[in-house]
């Protein structure tokens, strides 16, 4: 399949347009929904009750599905033109990998209800093509997994931990003598160091002390701030360099 066949222009300016975690169609229809299927079962008609909320939940999973396409499509606006000079390497992924990783972001991104996270889904795979050398397929489908589980504030903080902890590094001994917490624009300190905690557990952050020892190191930053693991850098990479310019 080219990939502008993959959505119409007229598809994408519906699908920009519309905010699919709060879908007004679905919040409309539901209350209507839910008396049917209990007329349904208190009359003991024939009507399959589950069927009318399987419907609305397959309509919702096709659009969800079409606004990742649509992503995918506007993330690679940069290949147009460039498919007749492939590597090897490249040409090679995209007749195998990246097919299931495709298949794969499909799926993910039929069970993800926020926009913000189909998007991330979308980004990693199609930074997947940009990157080289082509990363292995497998940490492609481990990011678009905490793509999926990551929400736009947790990824807001970790981009903040990232900045923070490049500030110390420039600046320690300095101006700067500890690394703090990022600060987030309408969250409070007990709210970044909640989010903190989730980040660890996908592994993406560390506490300082832990991951000197797990270097070898003896030396660690002071502070209430995180350091970043290799899975983080590589995730915010692959985000960053979808959305890069052509």
Not at 1 to 23: F, H, P, V, Y
Not at 25 to 49: T, V, Y
Not at 79 to 84: L, S, V
Not at 163 to 184: A, C, K, M, W
Request: net charge negative; glycine share 6%.
């Amino acid at each position: 399949m080219a990939i502008d066949d993959l959505a119409s222009e007229r598809g994408l300016k519906q699908l920009e347009m519309e905010d699919l975690g709060n879908a007004p169609e679905l919040a409309k229809a539901l209350p209507s929904i839910a008396l049917q299927a209990m007329k349904a079962l208190l009359s003991g008609e024939s009507i399959d009750p589950t069927g009318l909320f399987e419907k609305f939940h397959q309509n919702g999973e096709e659009q969800r599905s079409k606004y990742l396409y649509s992503c995918i499509v506007e993330d690679l606006k940069w290949f147009k033109g460039r498919m007749d000079n492939l590597s090897a390497q490249l040409e090679n992924y995209l007749e195998t990998d990246f097919v299931g990783l495709l298949m794969d972001a499909d799926k993910k991104a039929r069970e993800t209800r926020a926009k913000g996270r189909i998007k991330r889904i979308a980004d990693v795979l199609s930074a997947s093509l940009r990157i080289e050398p082509t990363p292995p397929a497998d940490e492609t489908e481990e990011l678009m997994r905490i793509a999926t589980e990551l929400s736009d504030i947790e990824v807001r903080v970790l981009e903040g931990c990232r900045q923070t902890l490049e500030h110390f590094l420039r600046n320690q001994g300095t101006s700067v003598f500890s690394l703090q917490l990022p600060r987030i624009d309408n969250l409070s300190g007990e709210e970044v160091l909640g989010i903190c905690s989730k980040l660890q557990s996908f592994g993406l952050l560390a506490e300082p002390q832990k991951h000197a020892l797990a270097r070898g190191g003896a030396s660690y930053p002071t502070g209430s701030g995180f350091m970043l693991l290799p899975r983080a850098e590589r995730f915010l990479k692959f985000i960053a360099e979808a959305n890069k310019a052509s």
